[in-house]
Structure formats: C-alpha cells, structure tokens
C-alpha cells in the first residue's frame, strides 16, 4: 500500500467517519424523539391542548402537603393559576421539540419531582411531571375517564432552560423555583 493510501484510510476516513456520525446524531434523536417516545395520543392531546393546570409537589419530602391530593404518588404542596394556550403551546413546543431527546442523562439522582403540568384537550389529559434535580421528566396520557393509557419517560437536559422558564412562570412567588438557575 502507498504511502497516500495509508494516509487516506488510516487517519483522513476515520476523521470522516467521527464527523459523519457527529453530524446525524440530532437526526438520530429526533427519530428516537416525541413520536416513538410518547405515542400518538399524547401527542395529539399536547399539541392542540387549551389549558394547562399547573402543580407544585413535594420534592423535599417534608413539609405540609395538600391532603390526599397527589399525581402519580407525588404528593401535592400547591397548585398554581391554570394556564391557558399560550402556556400549552410552550409546554407542547418543549416536550414535542427533537431536540428533548437527544443524549443520555448520566445521573445518579432519584426521580424527585418538584412541577407538574396537566394539558387539557377536550377531556383528555397529558401530565407531564418534571424534576429539575436529575433532568428527567414523566408523561402520562389520559383517557376521558381519567385512566392512565401511556407512560414515557425522558431526559430534558438539552431543553432544561425552557422547562425551567415555564415553572417559573406558572410559580412566580415560589422562592425555590425561582431559585432554580
């Protein structure tokens, strides 16, 4: 082999190659992103939601909590003005965005959630649970009797800034929140 081969397949190529896959891997996401992970449904329901109930739960595990009101089995401490759909869209363009599914979240941290959203359409619902300690977030899709139909769940990070103005937002006067960077 002549010296320009070796050059060509031992360095250059391999250089490509690293590029090339660099280059796709937000393809990649996006093919692996809202469709596959959430289904149709849910994805029906958050894109033509018309309002949004806002929650705030109990991520510390102290304190006073709002009676035997919880989502999922996260207890409530509060809940926020429901939102109308300027807020759905928002809510909607982050958890339907590509881009909220590209790349692994490494983290060590249990699933803690301190906000939830609840997007109505009709008399369907998505609850979209989001803890901002370890990035990640749960969908649930409801049917008009309020039954659980499908569950996802996914890293935020490459979106994190955008979840975290929308709870500031829903939560102005929470200090914790608001702390949030």
Not at 7 to 14: I, K, S
Request: with cysteine; aromatic share 12%; glycine share 12%.
């Amino acid at each position: 082999m002549t010296r320009k081969r070796k050059l060509l397949f031992g360095c250059f190529l391999p250089t490509i190659a690293v590029f090339i896959v660099l280059a796709l891997f937000p393809l990649a996401g996006f093919v692996q992103g809202p469709h596959r992970a959430l289904g149709d449904r849910a994805i029906f329901i958050l894109s033509g939601a018309t309002r949004v109930e806002t929650f705030r739960l109990n991520d510390t595990g102290e304190g006073d909590w709002l009676g035997s009101k919880e989502i999922r089995q996260f207890p409530l401490v509060g809940q926020g003005k429901t939102q109308g759909k300027a807020f759905a869209a928002c809510l909607s363009g982050l958890v339907l965005d590509p881009r909220t599914y590209l790349g692994p979240n490494d983290s060590t941290c249990l699933f803690n959630p301190g906000v939830a959203y609840r997007a109505w359409r009709g008399s369907e619902c998505a609850e979209v649970i989001v803890c901002f300690h370890c990035g990640q977030m749960l969908i649930t899709t409801k049917d008009a009797g309020g039954h659980p139909v499908h569950t996802a769940d996914t890293d935020f990070l490459w979106r994190r800034a955008g979840f975290l103005a929308l709870a500031k937002e829903a939560f102005p006067g929470d200090k914790e929140i608001q702390s949030f960077h």
